[in-house]
C-alpha cells in the first residue's frame, strides 16, 4: 500500500512565469565582505558579551569568516597598512575589553559589597581569558587512593616500563603471601613445659 502526497502537493512543477513577472528568489549563504552594515552589527552584539560565533550568526556570516577578516587586520596592521580590516581588529578587540572590563568591576564590586554574588563574573574571566584570570595550579598531581598520580603525562616506553615494574612487585607480593600460606605450620617449641 502506498502512501499518498500530502493535499496541494503536484509532482508538476508549475508551468509559466512567476506571479508578476518577477524572477525566482534568490538564496545567499553568509556575507562574505566586510561592510559597514556587518561590522557594526558584529560589533555590537560583541559589546554585549556574545561569543564570535554568536555575533556571526546574528550579523549573517560565520565565524570562520570574521577569522579571515580579523587575519587580514593583523596581517595589514604588521604591514604598516589602515584598511576596514584594520579597524575591524581594533573595533573587535575593544568591544570584547569593554565587556570584559564590565566583568571585572561586578566582580570587585562583588568583593566589597557583601550582598553581591560575584561567582558568575569570576568565572566567566576564568573562562574567557584563562591567562589573564586564573591563578596557575601547583605542581603536585592529585593522587588516587594511595596508587600515585590520577593523571600522568608518560611515553609510552615509560609506560610499559612502570607497568612491567608494577606487575614484577605485584607477582613477587602474590608469591610470597602464597608460600606463606602453603608453608608447613611450625612444629611447637621444645621448651621443657611437658604438657
Do not use: C
Not at 559589597?113 to 603536585?140: C, H, N, Q, S, Y
Not at 596508587?147 to 608494577?166: I, N, Q, S, W
Amino acid at each position: 500500500m502506498g502512501v499518498s502526497p500530502p493535499r496541494g502537493y503536484s509532482p508538476k512543477p508549475p508551468s509559466g512565469s512567476p506571479a508578476g513577472g518577477k524572477r525566482a528568489q534568490k538564496y545567499s549563504g553568509p556575507a562574505s565582505t566586510l561592510t559597514y552594515k556587518i561590522q557594526t552589527a558584529i560589533i555590537a552584539e560583541l559589546r554585549q558579551g556574545a561569543t564570535k560565533r554568536m555575533a556571526a550568526a546574528l550579523a549573517g556570516t560565520t565565524e570562520a569568516r570574521i577569522q579571515n577578516w580579523l587575519r587580514r587586520g593583523r596581517e595589514a596592521i604588521e604591514g604598516g597598512k589602515r584598511s576596514r580590516y584594520t579597524e575591524f581588529v581594533v573595533e573587535v578587540e575593544r568591544a570584547q575589553a569593554e565587556f570584559q572590563k564590565s566583568r571585572v568591576k561586578d566582580a570587585l564590586d562583588a568583593i566589597s559589597d557583601k550582598t553581591m554574588d560575584g561567582r558568575g563574573a569570576r568565572w566567566f574571566l576564568a573562562v574567557t581569558a584563562p591567562k589573564d584570570f586564573t591563578i596557575p595550579r601547583e605542581a603536585t598531581a592529585p593522587t588516587s587512593a594511595g596508587f600515585g598520580p590520577v593523571f600522568e603525562f608518560v611515553t609510552p616506553d615509560e609506560a610499559r616500563a612502570k607497568l612491567d615494574e608494577k606487575l614484577a612487585t605485584f607477582i613477587a607480593q602474590h608469591l610470597k603471601a602464597e608460600s606463606l600460606k602453603d608453608a608447613p605450620p611450625e612444629p611447637p617449641s621444645e621448651d621443657g613445659d611437658g604438657d
